[in-house]
């Protein structure tokens, strides 16, 4: 571990949740308070069952809040296939240019899914693309 690193890990983040209400899912924006630099945790696209619409003023919140604090976003993250609501990542990342990770265990998820649901014939096949892994 590099003396910057172990440096880092002595300060205090800053972490802001939001909450959305529809899906009980809490957002995140994890912040260095020193060096400004951040990650996006968990984005949400909002989903209105009704009009079968997203959306994306969850997302564009983060992103407010992001800028007005001056922030230096580093980072959006996935800390797991979401199930409860709809990932907003590919908005961010298409409108920021900021990578985009999750875990490399999501291809394990994918296929035990594709087991599950019998897809293994299909078209799509377990890949964490578009993801930094």
């Not at 968990?42 to 604090?69: I, M, N, Q």
């Not at 875990?103 to 594709?114: A, M, P």
């Amino acid at each position: 571990m590099s003396d910057q690193t172990i440096e880092a890990l002595r300060g205090h983040p800053i972490v802001t949740g939001f909450h959305d209400e529809p899906t009980g899912s809490i957002q995140y924006v994890l912040a260095d308070p020193e060096t400004k630099r951040c990650a996006i945790i968990d984005p949400v696209l909002d989903f209105d069952p009704k009009s079968d619409a997203t959306a994306t003023g969850s997302a564009d919140t983060l992103l407010v809040h992001v800028e007005r604090e001056g922030y230096q976003l580093e980072w959006i993250l996935e800390t797991h296939p979401q199930a409860d609501h709809f990932s907003s990542v590919g908005y961010l990342h298409d409108k920021t240019g900021v990578p985009n990770a999750i875990g490399d265990k999501v291809v394990d998820v994918q296929r035990l899914w594709e087991e599950f649901y019998n897809l293994s014939d299909s078209s799509q096949t377990a890949s964490a693309s578009g993801f930094e892994t």
